[in-house]
């Protein structure tokens, strides 16, 4: 059996949770890394079985300009310090998944600098995207008008034999699979050459694509990718409980089975790249958007600070992640008692989701649907697999807004509506 069908994952970004500074020199050079040793316990607690990692290898800033994808970053320690947090880990059960970058590197890698130094007969050259007849001189291609992201030369076999080595290396110290960063941005024959390539070594790997607009089916297909990013069931869950359309839930969800039928999704409703959920719907929405994603099918990940009602707004401006990618307490003891109570129902709802494993793969069939008010049915292979799902936005004095009861009606969680 695939251990993702599963997983649930907690979603880090650790340069920020650890406290790395981005922007800019590290002052204080120290394996900040292994503050995360303190939260495993933490993790299990909540009922995760695996970390889905944002990047620890060497970049410029944020994780995303990379240097070198086979060191640790300086900012978070080295590879002891990582594999000390790989054996602690695993010793609670929990798998780990990395961020890979393999669609760009930051302007400050040093095999572009040669590269541009030697020019395009040069060994490096061939590696990177660059116009070498641009006005001026020598010009490298960015990805997405981001002018520290120097983007790769996917058709080079070497750009492709470098991703198979780095993808190995990190498996042969004990990963369990990989999150492909801007994996959209990549011709997908390059991904159908590289990860066939990997699972012949590894074939327990698990590989999840960045993908966040398009036919994610066919994106799933051509590059061999196990999982794609579920940004239209993001989209869907929060809008159409903010705007109180669950008609949009309704046609997100029908979506949403039709890739269940080729491929499972990474289901999720906040990570390290968008406004927090709670910023977006308040905690009594935030809950709400949660009983979904834990009751439909996919891989679903929270993303660390959510099951604690962080808020936190995305910004379209230099330093427009830092709100969702703050640092973390040392250790979970120095938590705020005001998460407590969303802390408890992603407890029992993630609880919920690991007793029934079976909705992974699941599909629904949607019931009573108005704009505040719905109610669907999930259904397994087995007779006796099945969940009731009702929701109502707009619940009467002492009605909740969730109910999720089993295949016979017995009330397995509810979400009451708070008190006027």
Known sequence: MDWSEHAIFWHIYPLGFCGAPIREPDAQPQPRLRTLLNWLDYAVELGINGL???????????????????????????????????????????????????????????????????????????RFDIDWKAEGGPKPRVFEGHEGLVRLNHADPGTRDHAVEVLNYWLERGIDGWRLDAAYSVDPGFWDEVLPRVRAEHPDVWFLGEVIHGDYSAFSWDAKMDSITQYELWKGIWSSIKENNLYELDHTLQRHDEFLESFVPQTFIGNHDVTRITSTLGVEGAVTALAILMTIGGVPSIYAGDEQGYTGIKREQV???????????????????????????????????????????????????????CRYQVVGTDSSEVLDVSINLKPGKGQPRVVIRDHQGGVLWKQKAPKK
Not at 344 to 372: Q, V
């Open 319 to 373: 330093g427009g992640d830092d709100e969702v990618r703050p640092a973390f307490p040392e250790h979970p003891s120095e938590l705020s008692e005001l998460g407590a109570d969303i802390f408890r129902a992603h407890k029992e709802l993630i609880g919920l989701r690991r007793r029934n494993s079976w909705l992974h793969d699941s599909m629904l069939k949607m019931h009573d649907l108005s704009n505040t008010t």
């Open 52 to 126: 889905l990692l944002g990047p620890v290898c060497h970049s410029q800033t944020h994780g995303y300009d990379v240097l070198d994808q086979l060191k640790i970053d300086p900012r978070l320690g080295g590879v002891e310090d990582f594999d000390e947090l790989l054996r602690e880990a695993k010793q609670r059960g929990l798998r780990i998944v990395m961020d890979g970058v393999f669609s760009h590197v930051g302007d400050q890698h040093p095999d572009l600098l040669q590269a541009l130094a030697e020019g395009p007969d040069s060994e490096k050259a061939a």
